[in-house]
């Protein structure tokens, strides 16, 4: 997932969404430069912020 703003990317499980596609992610990691830097767990993300969801199997 890649927000507004900044050029780090979340991965993370989708839990739940709503209308709004505010996200609720568990297990989440942050991606800077191709490299997994910090795991931050639990985290909501508010859907005006998202730039593109890339789902991963």
Known sequence: ???K???NILEG???S???YL???L???TEIVDGERKRVLGS???RGNNI???NPVN
Do not use: F, P, Q, R
């Open 26 to 28: 568990t297990s989440t």
């Open 22 to 24: 505010n996200l609720y």
């Open 5 to 7: 703003g900044d050029k």
């Open 13 to 15: 499980i989708l839990t």
């Open 43 to 45: 985290v909501i993300l």
């Open 51 to 53: 730039v593109m969801i």
């Open 17 to 19: 969404a709503d209308d």
């Open 1 to 3: 997932m890649e927000m």
